[in-house]
C-alpha cells in the first residue's frame, strides 16, 4: 500500500531554509591525502558536489613529517620545519577547488609529553611537553601557508584546536583544564599571526557535551578569549554490537539528536557575548564508526537527506565524515564495501549517500516547501527543484507518494503551458551498488571490469516527462520507494520544436 | 497483460550462431574524420563495442585532397597524390583500434568524365575521364599506405569498389557495362599492387539486386575475376513521408528482408565456382535516410536486436549504417536529435540501438538458446549471457517476460549453489534520452549541463541478485517492456564474505 | 666576430611601450575550427601565449552551413539558420579562453549576387542579392550567440565588416561604393541587435590604402556613421617567386611598414572626430603568402620580435595571421613544413616565431629599455623580464652582445644580494625544427616518433646563473646568435638553502 | 684544450655487449607506490625508458597492512591477510606496464621475534618468531597474486629472499645461519605453490661479499637447493662526510667495482653446479646514500653511462636504485632537489641521469663499437645509435671529441649519398636543473610555474645535421663537454623533397 499526500505551493511562498550542504566535507587523516585513490574519490566528489572546505586529522601528525629536531654542534636542540608533504597535499586540495578547515592536531611524537596514542595509524593525544615548541609549530604552519597561497586566501581557513578532547581516548584523561590551556595558547598564537584568522573549537562529541560547551564559553569568558565560533559533532546511531570486522548499529530517531543540537545552541546563546554565535558541525555521520555497513546502504542515504533538511536551522555548518573510504583509524579495510564513512566505495564507486549530498549541492533557490519528508526551492529564473525522501527506521517501509501544484511563471498568454518534470531516483532499485558487490559475491579484490559494472550500478535513474499546466501549475507527483531519494526538476518549456518534427508521430504515441 | 514464456536450457546444447557484430560499422563520409566531434563519438564507440572495421563513403572526393594536378613548364598535365588528410584519417582510426574496410570512391572532380554530384556534399559519381589515371590512383593510395602502415597490415584492409551503383544517383545512369568495367580494371591494379589484397562488390542496395548479383558474377566468370567477396546492402523501411526536415516510415517485417538476403545467398552459391563465398552487408539499418526519427527511439534497438540475431545465418558480416551522427549527406542537421544514423546523437549521447550493439558486442560464447526474441551463450567458464527483446513494428505493444532454466556447472558437491544474476535494460522508461530531450523542449543547441543530463539519461539500468540454485539450474526471469532490450549474465557465486560480513543484517529483509 | 653594446638602466626608468601582443590572433576558416588537429594546435598556443581573442574567414560560408532556405506548400521561399556548427566553434573556442573577433563573411552561395569566389575553398565574395537577407542573416547570428553564450559575453566581442574589399578577388571589382553600402547597413543591423557592439572596417590590405581609408572616413562622416574602429592589415615582403608549391620572398625594411602604418594613423586623425579612434591590424605577418618558407624559419622569428616591439605605437591591437597550420586557401599542404602562417606546424610543432609570442606575452610590466634590438621591462616585485634579437634582412649576419646594468631593489642592507639570471635562447642552434625536418630528409607523412623528436627540438634551451650584484646592480650580458630571439628573466635571490647544502661542493668548481 | 680521437668502424663488425639497461629499477618502499606523485614520476619513467621490473622494500612491512591477526572466541589467534594496498599498489605497475621484482621483507611487528627496526619508516628486521606463519605468509601472498592476475603472469615474476642481510641494521646481528634458514625455507615454501617460480639470493652489498656468496652456495649445496640466481649490490663512492642533511662523497674509480664484481662471478663459476648462473644486481648507483647531492649532478650521468656500458659483462641485469624521489629511508626530505637516488627529483623533473637510462634503452642493436666513453650499435635497417660520454671523477675535466666513420649501406649506387646525424646532448650547459634550481634560490616548496621551468630545463638539447657521405661512409663528430652525454642517431636520408622545396634557398646559406 502506498502512503499519498498532496500538497498546493502558494505564489511568492518563502519558507526559512539555510542549506550550506557544501560548505565543508570530512576526510581520513591528512597524510592519506598524498594516495593518488583518495585524490581519485576527492575529484569524483568535488565533480559532482563540490564542497568548498575539508576537514580532517593528523595534520601535525609524524606521517606529514613536518617537526623536525636536530641537535647542532653544541649540544642544542633545535626545531625545523618539513613542509614537503603539507605543500603536496594543500596543492592537491586547492587544484580541486577545495580549502582546509585546519584541525590543529595530534601531537607530534617529538613534542609529546606522553605515549598514548589513538587509531590504528597512531596519533599521538597527549598535550605538548613544551607549549612553546607548540606554539612555535602553529605559527611557523601558518606563515609557510601564507606565503605559499597568499596572506588572502590562507586567513580565509578556519581553524579548529584539536578534536574532542571530551574524549579521554582523544585527549590524555579528557583534561579539561588541558584542553582550555591549548586552546587560549594556540588561540593567541595564531591572532599573533594574523588577527584575521577564524578559531574555534572545542570540537566536542556528544559525550558530555553540554558540561563542555558551557565551561568552555565561562573559560572564554573568564580569559577574554574572543572565541570565533564553536565546534560540535553530531553521530545518530547506538552504540554498535561488534561481529568480526564490522559493527551493527540501530539508528536514533531524528528528534533526539536535533533536540541535543538545540540544548548546544541555548547554552551559547545564553551568554551575552556569545550569543548568535556560529556552530560547526565538524563531524557527522549516521554511526560514528568507520566498519558499519549501514552507511553503504540506500537507508543512510534516505536518513541523510532528513538530516540534511534540518541541520542548517541551528548550525552554520555541518561536515559528513567523510567523502571517501581511504581511512585507516581501525586499520586497512579488507574488502571495498565496508561500511567506510565514505560517499565513496573503495574502487570510486559512489554510494547512495553521495547522490544525496549531490541533490542538497543542487538545491539552491527560495524555499517554498519543507516537511520532514521533502524540501523544494524555486530559483530566480522560475524553475522548481526538490528532493523527496522515504525515510525507514529498520530498513523497511512502504512507498509513498507526494503531490506538489507549483505556480509556474513566465508562460505568455495565450499560449499553451508545458512544463518538463525531470528526475533522478536512488532507491534499492535503481541505485544500489552494495547489493550488486553482494549479488556478484562480495568480492574483496575488484577487477576493472567490476569496478566499472559496480559504478553503472550507482548511478541515478534519470527520467524525465512534459506535461501540461493547469491553470499556470505545474502538477508534479513523486513516488519513492522504501529508503529512496529521488530529487526532481520542474521548468517551463518552450513551444515549438524544429520544422517538421513531430514527437508523437515519432513514438506512435 | 504479460505474455509469458519458459525454457529449459539441456546441459551441452550447442545451437549455430554467427555472431560478427562487432566486425564492420559504417560512417559518414571520410573527410568528415578530421572532426573533433566525430574522433569523440568514435572513441566512445571503441570504448564500449569496439568494431574491427570502419566503411564510408568519399576516400576519394575533394574534402580528402588526395588527387592533384599541375602542368610542368612544357604544358604536360602531371598527376600528384596529397595524403596530408588521408594520414590524419588512418592515424586516427588505427589509434582507435579500428581498421578501414575501404570504399574506393567517389570521383575526383579532376578526374571526372562529368559534373553529377550526390549529396550535400557533392560526391561526383561519374566514370572517370581517363580509366589510367583512376588505377594509378587507387594503387598509389594503397602503397602509401602500406609503406606508412606496414604492408602485413594494410593488405588485411578489405577493399570494396564503389558503391551502389545500382542507383542512377550513385553512379551516372546506373550504367552496369561502365560498373564491371571500373571493377575488372580496380581490381586488376590492386592485385598487380599485392595480390593478398581482398576485393569485393558490387556493394548494391536492394534496387534491381538479383539482376546486379546474377550479371556481377556472370561478368566476373566470364572475365576470370576471382572476386574475393560480395558486397550488399540492407535496409528494412518503406518509403518514408516528407515533412520539413524529417521523413517519416513504416518498417518492414523482418522476414521480407531476410528472403531478400537469402535470394542472393542463393544465386552465389548457384555459381560453382563462387558457392559459399563471403557476403558483406556493408551497410545496413532500418531506414535508409539520415532524417528519420526513428533511428533515435527504443523501437529501433529492439529491431536492430532482431536482425543481429540473424544477419549471420547467411552473411560473414554487417555493418551498421553509421557509428555516429556527424554526417552531412542531406545537410548538416539543425538538431541534436534529427533522425540521423548514428548509434552516439551529436553531443555524445548514446542511442537506444548503441546498447543493442553493446549487448551483442559481450555476447561471446557457445549459443544455447535462439528465438526470435532472444539469444543466450555459455561461456567457456560456465557462465550464461544472454539477451532478450521486446520488438513492435508500431511503437506501441505489451510486456512480456520469458523464464530460462539454465545448467550451472562447477558447484562443488555438498555446496549450496548460487548465482548472480545481472541485468541492464534499455526501454522507454530506463534509457530513453530521446524522451528527455522532448521533455527539455527539443533544444537545438545543447548546453554542456543538458548534454551531460542527457547522457545520464542514456545509461542502462544496471541491476542484479543473487539467488540460490535448485537441483543445479539457475531459474531466471527476465521482464522486458515494449520495445525494449534487456542483457543479462548469470554466474555461480562463491560462498562466503569477510569475517563478520552479513548482507541480510545489513539491509534488514 | 661579435658586436658588442652596453647599456645602463637607470631607476624609476618609465619607457613608453604599448605591448598587446596577446590581444588577437589569425585563424584559418571558421569551418576548420571543427577539426581535432586545429583544436589541439590552438590548445597548444592558448596554453603558452593565451591569445584573448581570434579573428579568421568564412563564418558565413557554406561549410558552417548556417544560412539555409526552404520552400513552403505555397510556394514561397524562407530563410532558416543551422547554428550546428557555429556553437561547435564557439564553444571550442571559448572552452580554451579565447573569444571571436568577428569578421562577417563570406557570402552564402544561396545569398549571393554572383558565383566568384576565392581560394582553393572557395568563399563566395560577391555582394548580397538581397541586403535584407543579408542583415537578418547578421541579426539572427548575433541573436543566437546572445542567447547561448550571454549579453554580456557577446557585445563584448569586437566586429569587423568583411575583408580586404580593396582587392577584387576579395569582394567583386573592389567596388568601393558597394562595400560602403555592405558597412552602412551591417552596422545599423548590428547596432539595432545591440548598441553595445563594437564595429570596424574596412579590413583593407595595403593596396591602394591610403584613399580606402580616407574615404571610408570621409562616407562615414557623411553617414553619421560612428564607426567604433578602423581596421588593416600589414605585409612587410616583396611579390613571391612561385617555384613548384612555394613562394620565396625578399623581406622588406621594417621602416618601410612602420611608416605606410603611420599615415593610416595620420589620416584618421585628420579627421576631428575620428581622432584618436582605435586601428586594429587584424592581419600581418611578413609575407602574405600561405606557402612561403620564410615563416618556418628562425629569421622570421627575430623579425617578428622587432615588429611586436613597435606595432602598438600606432595601433590597438595586431593580430599574426595564423596560429596554426590547418589551412586550405591554397590547398591542402603537402608536408608539415610548407611555409605556413602559423606559429604551430601541422603535427604539433611550434615554429620558431611562436617563442616570440610566448616571449612578448610574458613581457609584463613597466618598459626601462627599449631599442630596435631589444625590450625590458621591470615587473612590480622588482624583477626584469626581457628581450634581445638579431635581425637579420637575408638569413645571415653576425653574433651580437648587449649588456645591461639593472638596478635591483629589495636586498636588505648588509646582506650580499645576489640574482638569477635566467634565459630562454631561440635560435638556429638551439630550437630550430626546419633544420630538423629537412636533416629527416623532409618526410610528407611524420611518424608519431617524428612529430615526438620534432617537438623536442622545437623548444628553447633555458640555462640560469646566479651572480652577485656590485652597487646593488645587476649586470647582465645577453648574447644573440645571427635570428636568434633571446628572452631572460632577472630576480633578486633569497640567501641561504637547506642545512648543509653547499652547491659549490655538489658541483665541485 | 680539447682532446680528439677517431675511429673507423669496419664493415659487419660485431663486438659484444650486454646491454640490458631495461630490465629493472629500484623504488622506494611499496607503500609509497600509493603516493600520487610516486606513480606520476613512474609513469614519466615508463613513458621515455621503460622498465620492465621494479624492485623495493618492504612489501610485507605494516603500512601493506597485508600480515594481520585476530583472535576468535576460544582465545586462538588466527592470521588473515588483506590484500587492499597490494592489490592497487600490483595494479598500478601492471598499468604502468612494469612488473615486480619481489624482494621478500621485512618483517610483519606481529610476527617478528624482536623489535629492531631500520630506516625512518621503522622496518622491522628481526626474524620471525614463528617460521611457518612466515612461510603460510609468503604462500597466501603469491597465491593471492597468482588468482588475480593469473598464473602465467606471476610465475613470471622474479623472487629475491629479504634484502643485505650481510648488514646487522638490514638483518638482526647479520647472522648468517638465520639468514640461510630463511633463505631454505621460503625457497621450499615458493616451490610447493608452483615449481616455476624463479627465486634467488643473498641480496648482499658489498661487506664480506665474497664470504657470503661462498657460503651461501655452499649451504644450496649441501642442503641441495637449486637456487634460481643470485643477487647482490653494487655501489661506488667512499664513506660520505655528513653535513647538516647531507652527505658528500668522492667517486671510486671504476675498475675498482667491476674487479669486485668480477669476484663474485668467479666465485659462482668455481662451483660446478651453479656455473654461469644468473647474476642479478639488485641495486647500484653512485652512493648508497640517500641524501647525496652527487645523485643530481651531469657528473653522476656521465658516470652512471660507464656503469651502464660494463654492468652487462658478469651480470644478467643491473638495478639502478631507484627510479624518484619519493622515498623516506632517512625522512621526508626537506628540499626537491636533495640528493636523492632517483632518476627523477620530486616536481616531476628529470635529473641528468633520467637521460642516461633514456640514451641506453635506445640503444638497441649490435654492437660496432665499445670503449670507456662510447658505446655504438648498428640496427636492421642500417643505421646507427650511439653514446659518448665524459665523466670526470672531481666534476672537472676538458672537452673531447670523438670522430667516427661508419659504413652507411644502402645507397642505391649512382645516387649522391646523405646522412641525417642526430645529437642528444646533456651538459652542464644543455640540460642542468639543479644549477637551474640553484639559481632560483634553492626553493624548498616549488610552484607550478617553477616546476614548468625546471622541466623545460631538464631535456636534452635536439640538434641535426645533413651530410653527404663520402664513399659511403657517414663521417660523425661528436663533441663532448665535461660531465656530458650524448646520444647519437645516423640514418640514411632519402633524396627528394616536396615540388619546388629548397632547404638552402630558404634559409639563405
Chains 1, 2, 3, 4 share one sequence.
Not at 575488484?446 to 499546466?469: D, F, I, N, T, Y
Request: include cysteine; proline fraction near 5%; aromatic fraction near 12%.
Amino acid at each position: 500500500m502506498m502512503q499519498e499526500k498532496k500538497y498546493t505551493v502558494e505564489k511568492d511562498t518563502k519558507i526559512p531554509f539555510h542549506n550550506n550542504v557544501a560548505y565543508c566535507i570530512g576526510t581520513g587523516r591528512m597524510g592519506l591525502a598524498l594516495q593518488k585513490e583518495y585524490q581519485e574519490q576527492l575529484a569524483l566528489v568535488q565533480e559532482e558536489i563540490g564542497f568548498s572546505h575539508i576537514r580532517g586529522h593528523g595534520l601535525f601528525s609524524d606521517d606529514m613529517a613536518i617537526y623536525q629536531e636536530y641537535t647542532d654542534e653544541n649540544g642544542i636542540k633545535h626545531a625545523e620545519y618539513n613542509f614537503t608533504y603539507l605543500d603536496l597535499v594543500m596543492d592537491s586540495y586547492l587544484s580541486l577547488n577545495i580549502r582546509p578547515f585546519l584541525e590543529l592536531g595530534f601531537m607530534p611524537d617529538k613534542m609529546a609529553s606522553g605515549k598514548q596514542t589513538v587509531f590504528y595509524w597512531k596519533g599521538n593525544v597527549t598535550p605538548p611537553e613544551n607549549y612553546d615548541a607548540w606554539c612555535a609549530l602553529v605559527q611557523a604552519t601558518l606563515r609557510h601557508l601564507m606565503e605559499r597561497y597568499g596572506e588572502q586566501e590562507v586567513v580565509q581557513w578556519p581553524i579548529e584546536v584539536w578534536n574532542e578532547p571530551n574524549l579521554p581516548g582523544f585527549w590524555k584523561d579528557a583534561d579539561m583544564e588541558e584542553y582550555f590551556k591549548l586552546f587560549a595558547l594556540t588561540f593567541a598564537a595564531i591572532k599573533e599571526v594574523d588577527g584575521r584568522f577564524r578559531v574555534g573549537g572545542p570540537a566536542i562529541c556528544g559525550v558530555e557535551d553540554e558540561k563542555w560547551i558551557r565551561c568552555f564559553l565561562e573559560f572564554c569568558r573568564k580569559e577574554s578569549i574572543s572565541v570565533d565560533f564553536v565546534t560540535r559533532h553530531h553521530y545518530t546511531t547506538e552504540v554498535p554490537e561488534n561481529v568480526g570486522h564490522y559493527g551493527y548499529v540501530k539508528l536514533r530517531e531524528p528528534e533526539e539528536g536535533y533536540a541535543n543540537l538545540q540544548t548546544t545552541r541555548d547554552i551559547i546563546d545564553s551568554f551575552e557575548e556569545f550569543k548568535g554565535m556560529e556552530i560547526h558541525i565538524t563531524e557527522f555521520n549516521t554511526s560514528y564508526i568507520p566498519n558499519c555497513p549501514l552507511h553503504d546502504t540506500n537507508q543512510n542515504a534516505a536518513y541523510i537527506a532528513g538530516q540534511l533538511s534540518r541541520l542548517g536551522d541551528m548550525n552554520e555548518s555541518y561536515s559528513y565524515w567523510t567523502f571517501g573510504d581511504i581511512f585507516e583509524e581501525q586499520g586497512v579495510p579488507f574488502t571495498p564495501f565496508h561500511g567506510g564513512f565514505g560517499l565513496v566505495a573503495n574502487g570510486g564507486i559512489p554510494k547512495p549517500t553521495f547522490w544525496t549530498f549531490k541533490f542538497f549541492a543542487d538545491l539552491q533557490g527560495t524555499c517554498v516547501h519543507r516537511t520532514d519528508e521533502a524540501v523544494i526551492v524555486r530559483k530566480e529564473d522560475g524553475s522548481y527543484r526538490g528532493i523527496v525522501w522515504n525515510m525507514t527506521m529498520d530498513g523497511t517501509g512502504e512507498d509513498i507518494c507526494r503531490s506538489f501544484r507549483l505556480p509556474m511563471e513566465g508562460i505568455p498568454s495565450g499560449e499553451k503551458g508545458e512544463c518538463c518534470i525531470l528526475t533522478k531516483t536512488v532507491d534499492e532499485v535503481t541505485c544500489n551498488p552494495l547489493k550488486l558487490w553482494h549479488a556478484m559475491g562480495e568480492p574483496s579484490s575488484l577487477s576493472g571490469e567490476q569496478k566499472k559494472l559496480l559504478k553503472e550500478g550507482a548511478r541515478p535513474l534519470v527520467e524525465a516527462q512534459r506535461k501540461e499546466l493547469e491553470d499556470g501549475m505545474a502538477d508534479v507527483c513523486i513516488t519513492v520507494r522504501e529508503n529512496g531519494v529521488v530529487y526532481f526538476e520542474v521548468s517551463p518549456v518552450k513551444a515549438g520544436g524544429d520544422r517538421g518534427y513531430c514527437y508523437k508521430r515519432v513514438v506512435g504515441k
